[in-house]
């Protein structure tokens, strides 16, 4: 693990191991709902030794002004109700992935040909898949 960390230049919150019932992932994927966000995944890293974070949620967005409604109202409620803001965000120049890094939690809000390409279930296929479309 401090190999991984030397190379990723991010350490992981070890005190605070996240569980399915989070209050985090709960207020993510309530955001997410929210901004009609579309096949909502979370996917259980935590016995994957080689994973960076506890938990990945993807979600779907078919338009770039859908991805920044998801990605900013995820920002805004996490830090209302968690008081957390993100260890970092990427991809908000050209809002095809963008990627919200909570350092135990990763979220991923993509356009359908964006997931469809990058396919992340399947790179981290070893990982529980819950989803959350109602």
């Not at 399915?20 to 579309?38: F, L, P, W, Y």
């Amino acid at each position: 693990m401090e190999q991984l960390t030397a190379l990723t230049g991010r350490k992981k919150k070890i005190a605070t191991r996240l569980t399915r019932n989070s209050k985090i992932i709960k207020t993510i994927i309530e955001a997410i709902k929210d901004k009609k966000g579309v096949h909502i995944v979370s996917l259980d890293l935590r016995k994957i030794n080689e994973a960076v974070a506890d938990f990945f949620i993807v979600c779907e967005a078919t338009s770039q002004p859908q991805v920044r409604a998801i990605a900013d109202n995820v920002e805004k409620m996490v830090k209302e109700k968690c008081g957390e803001n993100p260890y970092r965000h990427e991809g908000y120049s050209k809002l095809q992935w963008v990627l919200i890094d909570y350092v135990n939690v990763v979220v991923h809000i993509m356009q359908p040909e964006t997931r469809k390409f990058y396919r992340l279930e399947e790179m981290w296929s070893d990982a529980g898949l819950t989803t959350h479309d109602e």
